[in-house]
């Protein structure tokens, strides 16, 4: 049981989500960002064409899930208009906790799903949308988006070494 994102491109991505967390979030954190203090938002996970990787264990069923992701060249884009602002390097963060400024931080917009009454659910990461959309009403097909840089409003300062999730490991621990 849990949430996945499967890589159906040519491509490696890195992916970062948000959720309600209630538990582990929900102790006397202090907003620094306009989402509730009880979103936990974890990322990068970095995730090999065909592979699946579950990035929440247990059951998933009801909740909303707000997702982005990107190629490593940062050629395909999945975002969406649910700003936040999110560490370039592996992060777990609660709520507020998510502020930082630009080289190390962008501003990112992510997708929301609602995942309904599924225990299971599967974000599917296709490059175009010719690809076949599931016939499993548990897997959520994404197409990137329309311009090659969607989602990403802050761009790096020239000069400055911008550093990207390391390739070729998830790069987020589990509990």
């Keep these: 049981m849990g949430l996945s994102f499967r890589n ?3 491509l490696t991505v890195y992916v970062a989500f948000a959720y309600y967390s209630s538990a582990s979030c929900n102790q006397g ?11 936990e938002a974890v990322g990068w996970y970095t ?14 069923n009801n909740r ?4 982005y992701a990107e190629s490593t ?7 969406g208009v649910n700003y936040l602002t999110l560490p370039q390097n ?5 709520g507020g906790a998510g502020y930082c400024d630009a080289p190390l931080c962008r501003r990112l917009g992510l997708r929301k799903i609602s995942i309904g009454n599924f225990r299971n659910y599967t974000v599917n990461i296709v490059s175009s949308n010719i690809q076949s959309q599931s016939k499993f009403l548990n897997v959520n097909t994404a197409v990137p988006g ?21 390739a070729g490991r998830k790069s987020i621990s589990k509990r």
Excluded at 50 to 59: D, I, K, P, Y
Excluded at 73 to 79: F, N
Excluded at 146 to 166: D, E, F, W, Y
Aim: with cysteine; net charge positive; glycine share 6%.
């Design 8 to 10: 159906n491109t040519s």
């Design 29 to 39: 954190s202090n907003p620094l960002i306009p989402w509730p203090s009880w979103y």
């Design 47 to 60: 995730i090999n064409p065909g592979q699946t990787v579950e990035v929440l264990s247990g059951a998933v």
């Design 64 to 67: 909303e899930i707000y997702y």
């Design 73 to 79: 060249d940062r050629s395909l884009v999945w975002s």
């Design 90 to 94: 592996a992060f777990k963060l609660c």
């Design 146 to 166: 329309k311009k090659k840089n969607v989602g990403r409003s802050t761009s790096p300062i020239k000069g400055l070494r911008v550093v990207r999730p390391a």
